[in-house]
Structure formats: structure tokens, C-alpha cells
């Protein structure tokens, strides 16, 4: 092991030799990513078994995250920083000729995930392991993570994910600790002597779950906690029996390909449940290794069952994983023979369920006849849970028929994992004040009315060592050099910046970071695009999945808009502004990519018209992912967060940029309203429909877009460019579709609506960002206040109010 550069030097050579037979002379980049990569696992090895000894012997209780999925990224430059190694390893690869930053771009970015939830669950990992508690994540090994996206004429094309073709050097494959899963089959019923009933699975489907660990290691701690994703293997005996017994030898290999598809790719999309096959076994699979895995864990510690809910936490990231519920009980009762009541117990006080979306269309029901067939004894088990909790009601509410089919986990030919995650669980919350407000009052009054203390708040947050110390180096160093090292452990101290609001030294600096970041950026778009930007225009950022809600194309018309005024008015007087978007649509989502569409029509529009060419450029960055956004955030100046009031239920890309510098532009929805509290109306540009206004539109009507069209003449005639001839439609029926969706459909995210109140916060941010001292000081404000949103206060929160758990042995 090394402790200074020079160590480090040699340690590297000598990997190098070893493990690739390569000198430093000789060795590419690549071979200097796996050298350094695979020492630092090494490195990272002595304190991960410590951790697993010492949760072992102090018998602490661990918390295990069930999460589909965690967009984690890269980790070369986060474990570097966790393990204050960066400087070391900065300078010792120099000396040796080669550089940090380039080596950090060889690794493949592990997109396990869609957007917010997953990332959500990488940044609750590094403050598991930061804070020193034992909290550790299970998910899926994809072989293919979220699709490569490229665009081409404007249209966005999916490209597989290749991203394990490349070693994936921090993972660790453990056999050992495989698992079988079963699929199919039937399930008998017979008494014993006592009149107790067994239940007996056969002919089922049986694949192993071989688990690969990634450590986790905590930032200054002794603790490295595990992300365990499962990986199908077929197994080959089960195989060839069932081939044998089907007389289909001819097909083993075919049998063996649909086993393996279970961990082949992830699901990109996030908004639209389709009630797949392989997702609902890719789910299973999930939770049915997991379970297993938590169980045997806990047998080590050879305590009684009821001593289970003190000892293991399960959590669910959305209802993706529910099935943790009647898999528990399967194997609390059929394997470990506990009767109901008592597995029942047990498996209410150890989930807890996290809900992450309001949109009914994401919300998961499947279909009764696909459960049975697939996962027999789980369906019945659910179906066992369902008839006691109705009859629970019927007793609470005597003759409410209708309450309790409202209630019902199992109706109307489907199984509703939202019903089962509630019932199940002991715990439920929201991930934003809001949010959890338009739960309890709204989406699941009926629930909250009859379990109220189960519902609870925990606004999201965000790793502010990834996001602020790893992404944006120089702009944590000003901090610490202005107001010391203690915000790093107590985020929430970033407040002592406040005092410096009107330090011209402080917000001079504070400036020329910005500056040199948007310089940064705009120099890698101009030699990976071409395009050519004004790094002192302001860098407005529009970067999440492309959903309708999230009205990428609200900020699409604006920017339509200011083109308009400026080729009338080729002298108008506005800072120039550079239009940033960065966003992936689900494959089958076709206004969504017709949005895509229009954002890249307008920029090539915009940035081949010499009129407006000092003014105004639009940037589509094609494969929008988290070290992209690693790029794109340290150089923000303006932060979109436009969905429709109520639509989106906390959004943590708003944390990450208000915590970078960049000032809200936002809706009162999810976490921007905790933002706006927090920073005060001069240090945000708020706008349109409040949440209780569109939830009232929705449910009693009385919005019509096309009285907006009438009667708005910008409106108008923006709109009209999509489909009359203009620069953007070029007489093309391209765009109608968009047309209809804001004229004759009505508009649903209230586009049309919105559009007077946005375009006149633009012209506000438009006057202000060329104060730029004053621009400087609402900058600040936003980066002082932006310690809450560490998601370090998040997790001390979980882990307080849900799971119960504190630290052991860190550093702190
Ligand atoms: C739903 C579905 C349904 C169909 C199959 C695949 C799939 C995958 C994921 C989802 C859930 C998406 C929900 C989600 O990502 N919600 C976001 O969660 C963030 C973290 O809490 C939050 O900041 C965002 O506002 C919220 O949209």
C-alpha cells in the first residue's frame, strides 16, 4: 500500500507489470485506468472486510435499499475523493506522464438507471457510507445499462449500452453467495398431524442469483459498505432436466438465452408502466435474491425471529420492488416454518416503502392472471394478504363497501403494488414537502385517512461530495477558503457564506469560477459539436428525462420567441444567452422525441442565422447521463425547472445546480418550493399556475388553451411557426402533432397557460444577470442554503424516523 506520491508511483508501476505485463512506457490509458482502478480496489478491500467484521460483531443493524435501480456513474474520481487520495494520485501519475482527468474519462458510466430515482439511490449510498451507517444496496447487474442516445437529423436514436465490455474494475463476483429464484411452477397444499398446512412448489423454472459487490466507501470514514447488483446465471442441471422433460433438446440453448434475458437490460422508460413479462420477473428476481440474501445474513447472528425488525431494515425505492413483502413471508412460513401472524409482524416493522411519482400511468399494476401463472405461491400469498386486510376494514368500517374496493390490493383483474407496498409496510413517504402533502391530501387520501402515522416526509437530497466537491473543485476551494473545512462533515454550515453576501473579494471570486466553468464547457462543445459559444452569454440549463410534464417544450416556444424579437429588432438590448438541454426519451414515446425534434430543428435555426448569431445559441448534448451532468452543472447560471405545478414530485437535478450557483427559474412544485423558502423571493425567479391551481383545473375543468391562443398574440404567433411556414416548420407537418397537443387536445401540462408568466421571469433574469455583482450575491445565497438539500440530511433522517439506525465506530 502507498502513502505518499512515491509509493504510489511504485505500486502503480508494479500493477501495471502485473496485472497487464505493461510498463509505463508502454502502457496505454486504458491499461493506466484498470492499473490505478484495480489498486484502488485492493486498497478499498482491507476496510471493507473491517466493516463486515465489525456490523458482524457489534450485530448492528444493517438497512438493505431495494432499488431496480442506481444510476451510480463513473467511480474512479468519487472513490479517490472519498479516500482523500485525489492529490496524491494527481501528482504521482503526472510525474509518471499521464493525467487524472483523462484517465477518469475511460471509465464507462454505470447507467443502472432512468433518472432522479436512480440517482437518488447513488447519492443515498455515499451518505450511508459517509455518515459511517450501515446501510447497503441491492440491485440488478444490467448487462445493458440506460441506451446510448445519438442524434441524428435531429431525431434521437437508441444505441445498446455497452458499458461492461470495458473490465468493470471496482466490482467483486461472490459465488459464494448465490442464490436460486424460481419461476412457475405449482403449488400444492397438505396438513400435518398438528392440522398445520404446507405448501409444496414443483415444476418450477430455477435460475441462480450470483451476486457481484461494489464497495462503497465513505468520504473520511472507516466504513465500505456494499451495492451488491445480481446477475442471472442459468443453471445448467435445471436446464437440461426441464429440456429433457419437455423433449425439447433441441431448444436448451434457447431455454438457457430466456433465463439469462432477466438481467440482460434496464427498462428506459420511467413514465409509462406497460405491465411486461420480463419486468415483473426482473423484479422478482430482484427481491427474491435480496430477501434471501438478508435472511441468511441475519441466521448468522443466530437470534430469534422476532428479533428480525430490530436487526434488518428492508427499504423500497418505489413499489418496483414490493414483492419484498409476500417474499418475506414466503420465506419466514414455508421455509423457516413461522405462521402467519408472526411472519406478518415481522414483515410490517422491517419495509419501508419510498413513493417517488404521482403520474397514474407509472403506477404499477399488474395483471392478476400474469402474477398467478409466473410466481404461484407469491400470488397467493398476496391474495392471502388482501382477503385479511379487507376483512380488517370491513371490520374498522362496517357495510363501506365501496371504501374497501377502493382500498383493495388485488381488483379488477390486477394486483396494485402501491396497495401492497402501503399495507405491507410500516413507513411510507414522500420525497418532497409537497409532494408528500398532495399524497396524504390527494393520490392516497383514502390510505393516509386510514393509517395516518404511517405517512411522513423526507425531502430528496443530493451528495454534495459528488456533485460540489468532485464536480466543481474550485469552487469548493473558495468555500473552504473562505469559511473554513467544517461545512464538508456539516453541510448545513455552508450558511456561514452568508456573511459574505456583500464581500466584493468573495463574489469576485465566486465569478471568475463561473467564468472559467462555462469557458470549461464551451470549449469541450466547440471541439466535440463545433459550435461555437459566448461563454460570457448566461448559460441557461434545461437537463432531466424529456417527459411532457417537465415542459421541455414550454422553455422550446420561449426561446422560438426571443428569435422572433430579436430578427424584428436586430439591436435589442439583452444579454446574450446560451440555451443548454440535455434529456432522453423513452423509446416508445413519441411526442416526447418529437420535442427532441424541435429542440434540435430551433438549434440549427438559431445557430446558422448570422442576425441573432451574438445573442443566441440553443445546445442539444446528445447522451445526457451523470458525468455529463458532471460538465454541464458547474457552469449553470440558470436553472430550469419548469413542470407543471404538482407534476413532479421533489427533482434533485434543481439541488445540484442551486448548490453550483445557478439561481431557480421554477414552478412552485417539488423541492423548488423548499428552495423558495429557504432563499427568498430575490433569489428565484418563481412563475405560473400553483399545484392547487392545476389540481383544481383537473378536476373541475375550466382551462381552455385555445382561449389562450386566441387571445395571446405572442402565443399565437410562436405556435403558429410550428406548423405555417416559418424558419422552424419549413412548410413540414413535422410538428402538428405538438400543434394539436397545445390547440385542439387542450394542452394538458398547461404550456399555453404559462407562457406570459415564464417569458416575463426570462426578461427579469434578462435585466438582472447584467448587474453582475448583485447576480453574484443571489449566486451565493443560493449555494449558501443549499446544505439542506445534502443528502446527508436525508439519510440522517431515514435513518432516525424509518430505519432506526446509528453510526458505529467512523471517524466523525
Ligand atoms: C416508473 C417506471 C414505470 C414503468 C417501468 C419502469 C419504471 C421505472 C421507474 C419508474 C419511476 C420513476 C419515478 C421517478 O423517477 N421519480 C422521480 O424521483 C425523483 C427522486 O425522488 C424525484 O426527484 C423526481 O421528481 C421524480 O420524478
Avoid at 257 to 270: H, K, N, Q, T, V
Avoid at 632 to 659: C, D, F, H, R, Y
Amino acid at each position: 500500500m502507498f502513502s505518499d506520491k512515491e509509493e504510489f508511483k511504485q505500486a502503480f508501476s508494479q500493477k501495471l507489470e502485473a496485472k497487464l505485463g505493461k510498463t509505463v512506457e508502454t502502457a496505454t490509458e486504458v491499461d493506466a485506468y484498470r492499473a490505478l482502478g484495480s489498486l484502488l480496489r485492493e486498497r478499498i478491500g482491507k476496510k471493507w472486510l473491517e466493516t463486515n467484521q465489525r456490523y458482524e460483531q457489534e450485530k448492528e443493524k444493517q438497512v438493505y435499499y431495494f432499488s431496480m435501480e442506481f444510476l451510480i456513474g463513473r467511480l474512479m474520481g468519487n472513490n479517490l475523493l472519498n479516500m482523500q487520495l485525489v492529490d496524491v494520485v494527481a501528482e504521482g501519475l503526472k510525474d509518471l506522464g499521464f493525467d487524472l482527468g483523462e484517465l477518469e474519462e475511460e471509465e464507462s458510466d454505470a447507467g443502472l438507471g432512468n433518472g432522479g430515482l436512480g440517482r437518488l439511490a447513488a447519492c443515498f449510498l455515499d451518505s450511508l457510507a459517509s455518515l459511517g451507517l450501515a446501510g447497503h444496496g441491492y440491485g440488478i447487474r444490467y448487462k445493458y445499462g440506460m441506451f446510448d442516445q445519438q442524434i441524428i437529423d435531429g431525431n434521437q436514436i437508441e444505441f445498446p449500452d455497452l458499458w461492461l465490455s470495458r473490465e468493470f474494475v471496482w466490482e467483486v463476483r461472490r459465488p459464494e453467495e448465490a442464490v436460486e429464484v424460481r419461476f412457475g411452477g405449482h403449488v400444492s397444499s397438505s396438513e400435518d398431524e398438528d392440522g398445520n398446512l404446507h405448501f409444496d412448489h414443483y415444476d418450477y423454472e430455477q435460475v441462480q442469483a450470483v451476486p457481484y459487490d461494489v464497495p462503497v466507501v465513505g468520504y473520511n470514514s472507516d466504513t465500505v459498505n456494499t451495492l451488491r447488483l445480481w446477475s442471472v446465471e442459468a443453471n445448467l442441471d435445471d436446464t437440461i432436466k426441464k429440456a429433457a422433460r419437455l423433449n425439447e433438446f433441441g431448444n436448451f440453448l434457447g431455454h438457457k438465452r430466456s433465463l439469462e434475458a432477466i438481467s440482460e437490460f434496464l427498462y428506459p422508460d420511467d413514465s409509462h408502466e406497460e405491465g411486461k413479462r420480463l419486468r415483473l420477473k426482473q423484479e422478482y428476481f430482484l427481491v427474491s435474491a435480496g430477501v434471501q440474501s438478508a435472511v441468511r445474513a441475519f441466521e448468522q447472528l443466530d437470534l430469534p425471529w422476532s428479533a428480525f425488525p430490530e436487526k434488518v431494515a428492508l427499504h423500497i425505492n418505489d413499489t418496483h420492488p414490493a414483492m419484498v413483502i409476500p417474499e418475506l413471508m414466503r420465506v419466514l412460513m414455508d421455509e423457516k416454518q413461522l405462521g402467519w401472524k408472526e411472519a406478518w409482524k415481522i414483515t410490517q416493522a422491517s419495509v419501508s416503502y419510498t413513493n417517488h411519482t404521482t403520474l397514474s400511468e407509472a403506477l404499477e399494476a399488474w395483471p392478476v392472471d400474469m402474477v398467478r401463472q409466473l410466481l404461484p405461491r407469491i400470488f397467493m400469498i398476496t391474495e392471502e394478504i388482501n382477503e385479511r386486510f379487507c376483512q380488517s376494514l370491513w371490520k374498522k368500517y362496517p357495510g363501506e363497501f365501496d371504501r374497501i374496493a377502493e382500498l383493495a390490493i388485488i381488483a379488477d383483474g390486477q394486483v396494485k403494488m402501491a396497495h401492497l407496498s402501503i399495507v405491507g409496510s410500516h413507513s411510507i413517504n414522500g420525497v418532497a414537502r409537497l409532494h408528500t402533502e398532495i399524497l396524504k391530501l390527494r393520490e392516497m387520501k383514502i390510505f393516509y385517512d386510514t393509517f395516518p402515522e404511517r405517512f411522513n416526509n423526507k425531502t430528496n437530497g443530493i451528495t454534495h461530495r459528488r456533485w460540489l466537491m468532485h464536480a466543481n473543485k474550485p469552487l469548493a476551494g473558495l468555500i473552504t477558503d473562505t469559511i473554513g473545512e467544517d461545512w464538508i462533515n456539516e453541510p448545513a454550515q455552508l450558511t456561514d457564506l452568508l456573511a459574505y453576501r456583500d464581500d466584493a473579494g468573495v463574489l469576485d471570486g465566486l465569478n471568475h469560477i463561473k467564468q472559467k466553468n462555462k469557458e470549461k464547457l464551451a470549449s469541450w462543445v466547440y471541439q466535440t459539436k463545433g459550435i461555437s459559444l459566448d461563454p460570457q452569454s448566461i448559460f441557461d440549463v434545461h437537463i432531466k428525462r424529456l417527459h411532457g410534464y417537465k415542459r421541455q417544450l414550454l422553455n422550446a416556444l420561449h426561446i422560438m420567441h426571443i428569435y422572433n424579437k430579436v430578427k424584428m429588432d436586430p439591436s435589442l438590448d439583452m444579454a446574450p444567452r446560451t440555451f443548454f438541454f440535455g434529456a432522453k426519451a423513452a423509446q416508445g414515446y413519441h411526442y416526447a422525441k418529437k420535442i427532441i425534434k424541435l429542440i434540435n430543428t430551433i438549434a440549427d435555426v438559431v445557430n446558422n442565422d448570422p442576425v441573432v448569431s451574438d445573442k443566441l445559441k440553443v445546445v442539444f448534448l446528445e447522451n445526457y447521463s451523470v458525468s455529463l451532468a458532471e460538465r454541464i452543472i458547474p457552469a449553470a447560471n440558470v436553472s430550469e425547472q419548469i413542470s407543471t405545478a404538482s407534476k413532479e414530485a421533489s427533482g434533485t437535478g434543481n439541488m445540484k445546480l442551486m448548490m453550483n450557483g445557478a439561481l431557480t427559474l421554477g414552478t412552485m412544485d417539488g423541492a423548488n418550493v423548499e428552495i423558495h423558502e429557504l432563499v427568498g423571493d430575490d433569489n428565484i425567479y418563481t412563475f405560473g399556475l400553483s399545484s392547487e391551481e392545476v389540481l383544481e383545473y383537473y378536476r373541475s375543468g375550466g382551462y381552455s388553451s385555445k382561449q389562450v391562443y386566441e387571445t395571446d398574440e405572442v402565443v399565437r404567433l410562436t405556435v403558429d411557426q410550428l406548423i405555417h411556414y416559418s424558419p422552424f416548420s419549413k412548410g413540414d407537418t413535422e410538428f402538428q402533432e405538438i400543434y394539436d397537443s397545445l390547440v385542439h387536445h387542450n394542452d394538458e401540462f398547461f404550456v399555453l397557460k404559462d407562457f406570459a408568466a415564464y417569458a416575463a421571469s426570462q426578461q427579469q433574469i434578462n435585466f438582472d444577470y447584467q448587474e453582475k455583482q448583485s447576480w453574484g450575491k443571489k449566486s451565493l445565497i443560493n449555494i449558501a442554503h443549499a446544505g439542506k438539500f445534502s443528502s446527508d440530511r436525508t439519510i440522517q433522517e431515514y435513518a432516525a424516523d424509518i430505519w432506526r439506525i446509528a453510526p458505529v465506530n467512523t471517524f466523525k
